[in-house]
């Protein structure tokens, strides 16, 4: 039997900054605009050329920045788990999605919480190192995953779920790839997701408790409305 589990990485704070996000798509849009005007106005003085493309690429430079830091903003990511890849797919602005990583199995030799006395080991065997999630100021929440590839290890992080986590123990069965600090991870992992499940189950009631006292009231007005009727025929 084929496992397959995907976990979406939501972004909550894209609603947020929807304001922030068309701010800096205007100053982006002005900056490369003035940009682009300055270099085509070297055609026409083209003695001035290399003048105004100096001139010109601060501008350019702002466009850029400014392009990576709404694009950062505006990230989600889906984690996919099958019997071979781990596969990671950005997906920008809640409409174009892009695989971004796919990284086999049995080329993971390491995972564990980032920053953890296991990752102070390992990360210097690491030739680059890749983000793939969204809260990035929830250290305890991230954790590494070293892997090889042919122009050498390379070290992602990620922020996974109780069931992404699971899954993976499930595909990668050397025990060794985990680290110690993994343990502790998951018992966080769990206690979370119990105290959300106990959110829930008391927001429900609280709607319940609502509703119910909401009917009352509208069979306790009915009732006034049908004796004041009543006496209004006698």
């Known amino acids: 039997m084929e496992l397959y589990y995907e976990q979406n990485v939501t972004n909550h704070n894209i609603d947020e900054r929807a304001k922030k996000t068309k701010t800096l798509i205007i100053a982006r ?27 010109s690429l601060p501008f350019f430079g702002v466009t850029i920045i400014l392009g990576i830091i709404n694009k950062r903003n505006n990230t989600e990511y889906d984690y996919v788990l099958d019997d071979e890849y781990f596969k990671i797919s950005e997906i920008y602005y809640r ?30 065997n690491a030739i680059k190192k890749n983000l793939a999630l969204v809260n990035y100021d929830d250290e305890d929440s991230i954790i590494y995953i070293l892997y090889y590839t042919q122009k050498g290890r390379k070290i992602i992080f990620i922020e996974p779920d109780r069931g992404f986590m699971i899954a993976l123990r499930r595909v990668v069965s050397a025990l060794t790839v985990f680290d110690k600090s993994i343990a502790d991870f998951e018992k966080r992992l769990t206690a979370k997701e119990e105290a959300e499940a106990e959110d829930r189950m008391y927001s429900e009631e609280d709607d319940e408790n609502e509703n119910t006292d909401e009917d009352d009231n509208n069979n306790l007005n009915e009732e006034q409305t049908v004796n004041e009727e009543e006496i209004s025929q006698e």
């Open 29 to 55: 849009t002005i900056f490369g605009m003035i940009g682009l005007f300055i270099l085509i106005s070297s055609a026409v003085l083209i003695t001035m050329f290399w003048a105004f493309l100096l001139m």
């Open 95 to 124: 409409q174009r999605r892009k695989l971004k990583y796919a990284i086999q199995l049995r080329a993971i030799e390491s995972v564990g919480v980032f920053d953890s006395e296991g990752y102070r080991k390992i990360e210097r």
